[in-house]
């Protein structure tokens, strides 16, 4: 892969910017840390610019909160600033992380995600006999920073770039070394990546040509049982011995018992949501439909929550579930 140079002046363009600000404020135009940085718009961004330029970035600042949706996880959520600087350079380099990726990688890529990994897994469900299900042990917790740090001098040839990325990196840790924090978007484009080196080993060398992952969710197909149970067998050293990372106990089972899949078990005639997607989708309407009651909430604001729940859920087989919940809601 050629290495890209020159790429920080374009990053710092006052153009590049201004689109990373209007990028950064969708869905938060009415925060207070939003409004502050539009009121100062120019000498912000011409702020950031001088930092992107000196070297010297300021990044690191962290506010932690924890969600459970459905297990326990700690967010790490930038500034507003920083995540302005994350889309700016994100403006520059996606296409740089996006050609390394593979045809079957679903997440955090434009016109990939949920729902399509979804479609292409009933696919597969359906063509073979043997699914091998792989899952990475607190993934974002064990990422490997100088490991990362490699890829991308692999990917980078420029080096002010490369010392924004390892600034960035370095700003957070679980241990000596390791970690990405959830929720930053330079997070969700330095994970996907990490696994793609991956990806290839597995596409190219252990010729697994039914192949999905969305980010560290990995499923194999074949119609050979021992086959699968070779390449998990291998793809486990590999991940272990050239990127740090331990997988969770596989997952090898018929098709016909069902695949658990992002929030789903897809079946080889139809998919059903999982016992925790159910529950999320009680709760949460009961929770939405509370705050519009207790006017917390108007409307337009109550089916920007809602419409996202009922399409994740619509993708199975819910029509009962559907009308059940939306009946009761009715009813109070």
Known sequence: MKRENHLIARIADPDNLRLAFWKARKGKEGKIEVLCFRKSLDKNLLLLRDELLSGNIDVGNYNYFTIHDPKERLICAATFRERVLHHAIMNVCHANFEKYQIFDSYASRMGK???AALERAKGFQQKYKWFLKLDVRKYFDSIDHEKLKIMLVNMFKDKALLNVFNHIIDSYKTATGKGLPIGN??????????????????????????YIRYMDDMVIWANNKDFLLRVGIKFQQFVKSELNLTLKPFCLNSTEKGLPFLGFVIFQSTVLLNSSSRKRFK?????????????????????????????FIRQANTYSLRSKYIEMLKTG
Not at 185 to 210: I, P, R, V
Not at 294 to 303: R, V
Request: aromatic share 18%; net charge neutral; glycine share 2%.
């Open 113 to 115: 995600g949920t729902f």
């Open 185 to 210: 978007l330079t997070s969700q484009y330095f994970a996907n990546h990490y696994l793609a080196f991956a990806d290839h080993y597995l596409k190219e060398k252990l010729q697994a040509t039914a």
């Open 283 to 311: 709760v949460k309407l009961r929770h939405y439909t509370y705050k519009l009651h207790n006017e917390e909430w108007n409307q337009s604001e109550y089916q920007a929550h809602v419409l996202p729940l009922i399409a």
